[in-house]
């Protein structure tokens, strides 16, 4: 994990503990069981599986923040995938590696359409990973991420 995203953790925690302090400890419980929620809204469980040697994980885009983006950054267990070795395959688009993503040519993550992602090769170990995925609007400069953790599924047919 850097320096910079476990700065952005404890900035969470601090957060949520003052919350606690202004509103009750049921205030903060219910924020977490939201973000749960949302979180399982977003990320198609059971979808985090290997394809040709490749991970491949979809997500559902529900009526959130989707949208347009001018940078998309993926990290597997705590480090960034290089963005050449990533794609984005929106359910009625073609495939883009995220590379090749910016400002003038920014990706839509279209809301009520799935989209699949694709990174590799990673290793084919069938423990527990985590994905990150952190998106920059075009629209609004601040950064936003996810995270989800899932078992890596084995290619059809093996």
Request: proline content about 8%.
């Amino acid at each position: 994990m850097t320096r910079g995203l476990f700065r952005t953790d404890l900035g969470l925690v601090d957060q949520g503990i003052e919350l606690g302090l202004d509103f009750g400890i049921h205030s903060v419980v219910e924020l977490a069981r939201l973000g749960e929620l949302l979180l399982h809204s977003v990320y198609e469980r059971g979808s985090l599986r290997l394809d040709g040697g490749q991970a491949v994980f979809t997500l559902r885009n529900p009526p959130l923040r989707m949208g347009a983006f001018s940078r998309v950054r993926l990290f597997w267990d705590g480090a960034e995938v290089p963005a050449a070795a990533v794609s984005i395959a929106p359910a009625l688009g073609t495939p883009r590696a995220l590379a090749e993503v910016d400002r003038e040519h920014p990706v839509t993550i279209p809301v009520g359409e799935r989209t699949r992602f694709r990174l590799g090769p990673v290793p084919s170990d069938a423990h527990r990973h985590v994905v990150r995925l952190e998106l920059q609007s075009v629209a609004i400069p601040p950064t936003v991420w996810f995270e989800f953790s899932d078992v890596l599924g084995a290619e059809p047919g093996r």
